[in-house]
């Protein structure tokens, strides 16, 4: 559950978190089951935060870094994660369906089960990526420029040979 002061100062915007982290470097944020949906927080830090569960629906996001950040099944749905960073995240069941994902990078995270239907991986880093299979591809609307391995790529272009047209 989360701890109601981390999701206190979370709504108080990127720049009052980040400076909160700054000045309390040694707590590690649980912001898991918080209800975030729809802030405005680009350029936050949650690196090595707790946000499993979390709802973060249709939140802007842009150039967020969740290095090494535990996310399991958290609710991205809708969201602008335009340069975010997942390096070494646990994003095991997430759900990020129709988020723009352009230029993020998930190298190292674990994708296990993480949802990706509608969204959008335009230039994003999945090089690395644990637990990542081709069919969790598959009915993303934009891959161009996607950084994967060629044997998950090749599977995605056999079976959703539209994505490539």
């Not at 649980?30 to 729809?38: C, I, R």
């Not at 335009?82 to 994003?91: E, G, P, S, T």
């Not at 949802?115 to 230039?123: E, K, P, S």
């Not at 990526?129 to 609307?141: E, W």
């Amino acid at each position: 559950m989360a701890d109601s002061n981390h999701v206190s100062k979370v709504k108080e915007g990127a720049a009052a978190w980040n400076k909160w982290r700054k000045e309390e470097p040694d707590v590690m944020p649980d912001l898991g089951w918080a209800n975030l949906n729809g802030l405005n927080l680009d350029g936050a830090v949650f690196a090595k935060s707790t946000l499993k569960l979390a709802f973060c629906k249709g939140c802007s996001l842009v150039s967020v870094d969740f290095s090494g950040a535990s996310m399991r099944g958290v609710n991205l749905e809708g969201c602008d994660l335009r340069d975010a960073v997942f390096r070494d995240a646990n994003l095991e069941g997430a759900h990020m369906l129709g988020a723009d994902l352009t230029g993020a990078d998930f190298t190292g995270a674990n994708l296990k089960l993480a949802n990706f239907d509608g969204t959008i991986l335009r230039d994003a880093d999945l090089t690395g990526a644990k637990k990542l299979r081709a069919s969790q591809l598959f009915s993303v609307n934009d891959l161009e420029g996607l950084k994967v391995s060629e044997k998950i790529l090749e599977n995605v272009k056999t079976q959703s040979p539209h994505l490539f047209e």
